[in-house]
């Protein structure tokens, strides 16, 4: 029943009833926590609650993440977690951000992207909602990796700015035929001439290409869509919640 209702969500993963029916399904079936993340992270989409109650919710989500999280992540946990202490289980990585959207990994703000990680963000079941992709340092070689282990199929929103990523890596992704159904793409601040803007701006129009003079940037803001785990003092240093 549990697949059943996770193929659902997958296929439909805006519809918010098939969310709450996984939730209640946990529930009855043993997996209390589950269900209180799914909960807390829809509650935590209403823009209207107020500071007080939104800062209990968040207080909750880390608690439930410290204790499960390193469970719910599966393989993704070898590349953004910290190893366990007596004091914490759930720690990320410096400059390692988890996107967290109903329970699920939606995205992921990274340093690098390599193969083996790539693996993962496509094989492994726990990220079957992954869309979104936020590399902090991009070179050329993330652009093959997109490419050549079909990662573009699988986003909807890449951020790639302020990196070394050349007319070579622009060409690549240009050649990827999925592209085309990205919703966003930002590839400012790199060193992109006209050569490689040509082909991407001619697949994907909405390419977001200001500054080609790459700048050293720390890069804090996530989508407003996605849930992300916030810093805390109890370990998660540089580092939100997914």
Same mark, same amino acid.
């Given at each position: 029943?549990?697949?059943?209702?996770?193929?659902?969500?997958?296929?439909?993963?805006?519809?918010?009833?098939?969310?709450?029916?996984?939730?209640?399904? @946990? /529930?009855?079936? =043993?997996? $209390?926590?589950?269900? !209180? #993340?799914?909960?807390?992270?829809?509650?935590?989409?209403?823009?209207?609650?107020?500071?007080?109650?939104?800062?209990?919710?968040?207080?909750?989500?880390?608690?439930? @993440? /410290?204790?499960? =999280?390193? $469970?719910?992540?599966? !393989? #993704?946990?070898?590349?953004?977690?910290?190893?366990?202490?007596?004091?914490?289980?759930?720690?990320?990585?410096?400059?390692?951000?988890?996107?967290?959207?109903?329970?699920?990994?939606?995205?992921?703000?990274?340093?690098?992207?390599? #193969?083996?990680?790539?693996?993962?963000?496509?094989?492994?079941?726990?990220?079957?909602?992954?869309?979104?992709?936020?590399?902090?340092?991009?070179?050329?070689?993330?652009?093959?990796?997109?490419?050549?282990?079909?990662?573009?199929?699988?986003?909807?929103?890449?951020?790639?700015?302020?990196?070394?990523?050349?007319?070579?890596?622009?060409?690549?992704?240009?050649?990827?035929?999925?592209?085309?159904?990205?919703?966003?793409?930002?590839?400012?601040?790199?060193?992109?001439?006209?050569?490689?803007?040509?082909?991407?701006?001619?697949?994907?129009?909405?390419?977001?290409?200001?500054?080609?003079?790459?700048?050293?940037?720390?890069?804090?803001?996530?989508?407003?869509?996605?849930?992300?785990?916030?810093?805390?003092?109890?370990?998660?240093?540089?580092?939100?919640?997914?």
């Amino acid at each position: 029943m549990r697949d059943k209702l996770e193929k659902k969500i997958v296929d439909k993963p805006d519809d918010l009833s098939r969310f709450e029916a996984l939730a209640e399904w @946990l /529930e009855t079936n =043993g997996d $209390e926590p589950r269900a !209180e #993340l799914i909960r807390l992270q829809i509650a935590m989409e209403n823009s209207r609650l107020d500071r007080e109650k939104r800062f209990e919710l968040e207080l909750q989500e880390r608690r439930l @993440l /410290e204790a499960h =999280g390193r $469970e719910w992540i599966g !393989e #993704l946990g070898e590349f953004v977690l910290l190893k366990p202490t007596d004091e914490q289980n759930y720690r990320l990585k410096h400059g390692v951000k988890v996107l967290w959207y109903r329970g699920w990994v939606r995205g992921l703000q990274l340093d690098e992207l390599t #193969l083996r990680l790539s693996k993962v963000l496509l094989q492994a079941p726990e990220m079957r909602l992954f869309n979104t992709l936020i590399l902090t340092e991009p070179v050329n070689a993330s652009c093959d990796y997109l490419h050549e282990w079909g990662l573009l199929e699988k986003l909807k929103h890449i951020d790639l700015s302020y990196g070394r990523i050349s007319d070579k890596g622009a060409q690549t992704l240009a050649a990827d035929r999925n592209i085309k159904k990205l919703d966003t793409l930002d590839l400012s601040g790199n060193q992109i001439t006209e050569e490689g803007l040509a082909p991407i701006l001619k697949s994907f129009p909405k390419v977001q290409v200001d500054d080609q003079s790459p700048i050293e940037v720390s890069r804090d803001d996530v989508p407003a869509v996605e849930r992300s785990d916030d810093d805390d003092d109890s370990g998660n240093d540089s580092d939100e919640e997914e």
